[in-house]
């Protein structure tokens, strides 16, 4: 019996393969610029070859001082289309789909030089910079950068779009009451704090008619901070919107330390998704085939998303396979015969 997990998944007119994501991750290796280089080719086309069924990029940054970190591949400007097309070229020639993941730092904001910009002056941390509270026009001048990071992510060929409003970055900033104390529209209520995530999903399906999911943090982790519960009514938003899948990560918001094992982040992923009846991404510790397999077989996810263990084995999947019991279809270099094959 074929594992749920190596089982086909399709939205709208795109069909991955198998459940198997790889989760987006910084990886910081390139420059000033922004543009893909030649470690991003091997990192990621080498996870396709490994038989992931979606390939995420890194957080690809809307704008050249909204970096995460030091070397954030970018999608600020047209510059960038080549470089992401011909990664995306390569992902495809193996197999996977290739997402993009869009989004900006917002207070956390690493560029040096740049004062920080968030929904309020509140900082992070005693550590950190205090953000410059955003005007409206400053507010629209963002989602249009959105807007264009989607038209730009189409002109690439991805397949799927994921607007980032987790981990502590500015969207998130605006959902969470902890980072956002605004008295105008954009904050106060569930509904104003949501207010700027809705006119980004709006401006980015202007552009952008494939897949979308968005990423979020299902709790702050903090007293007077977002909740599961919460995430539930900002998932009925997003639903009501058209989003596809919401890929359910945590934290970020606030300096905690977070008690995590395997498979914590997975009840939030399967209470939006039963509650909602959205479709729904489970991250978070996730190192075995068996744990995704029950993930999936016991609905509480659509798809697995794979961060460490896919940067410690770009071949997971093909772990994930022996491990179930499944047979998979593997490059023909890597079989027995494939050498002769490649003679012939």
Same mark, same amino acid.
């Given at each position: 019996?074929?594992? %749920? *997990? ?31 280089? &030649?470690?991003? *080719? ?9 038989? $992931? ?10 704008? $050249? ?30 197999? =996977?789909? =290739? ?15 740049? @004062? ?19 005007? %409206? ?11 264009? $990071?989607?038209?730009?992510? %189409? ?24 980072? &956002? ?23 980015? %399906? ?19 901070? &977002? @909740? ?34 395997? &498979? ?15 479709? @729904?991404? =489970? ?62």
């Amino acid at each position: 019996m074929m594992a %749920k *997990l190596f089982t086909p998944y399709t939205i709208k007119d795109v069909t991955f393969k198998n459940r198997i994501v790889m989760s987006p991750m910084c990886m910081h290796s390139s420059d000033e610029s922004g543009e893909v280089k &030649n470690f991003h *080719l091997t990192h990621y086309t080498a996870r396709a070859l490994g038989q $992931a069924g979606l390939i995420f990029t890194e957080t690809l940054v809307i704008d $050249a001082d909204g970096l995460i970190g030091p070397g954030d591949l970018g999608i600020w400007d047209d510059f960038h289309i080549k470089g992401l097309k011909n990664l995306v070229d390569q992902i495809h020639e193996f197999g =996977a789909k =290739a997402g993009a993941q869009i989004g900006h730092a917002g207070r956390l904001t690493k560029k040096e030089g740049v @004062t920080p910009i968030g929904p309020s002056p509140i900082p992070f941390s005693k550590d950190t910079l205090t953000p410059i509270e955003m005007t %409206k026009e400053d507010i629209q001048h963002m989602i249009l950068n959105f807007k264009e $990071a989607a038209r730009r992510a %189409k002109e690439a060929d991805f397949d799927v779009l994921e607007v980032h409003t987790a981990h502590g970055y500015l969207l998130n900033e605006f959902l969470s009451p902890l980072s &956002n104390q605004r008295t105008d529209e954009y904050g106060g209520t569930l509904e104003n704090r949501y207010r700027i995530v809705k006119e980004v999903i709006e401006a980015v %399906k202007t552009e952008w008619d494939g897949p979308l999911f968005v990423r979020i943090s299902s709790t702050d982790y903090a007293e007077g901070g &977002n @909740t599961p519960e919460t995430f539930v009514e900002y998932a009925k938003m997003m639903k009501e919107q058209g989003v596809d899948l919401v890929d359910c990560s945590s934290g970020g918001i606030a300096p905690v330390k977070v008690d995590s094992y395997p &498979n914590y982040q997975v009840p939030a992923a399967e209470k939006i998704r039963k509650k909602v009846q959205i479709a @729904t991404g =489970a991250v978070g510790l996730i190192k075995t085939g068996r744990q995704a397999e029950e993930i999936l077989r016991n609905d509480r996810a659509d798809l697995v998303f794979i961060g460490r263990e896919i940067l410690k084995n770009p071949f997971w999947a093909r772990s994930a396979a022996e491990e179930l019991g499944t047979d998979i279809e593997v490059p023909v270099q890597y079989t027995r015969y494939g050498s002769q094959w490649l003679k012939s």
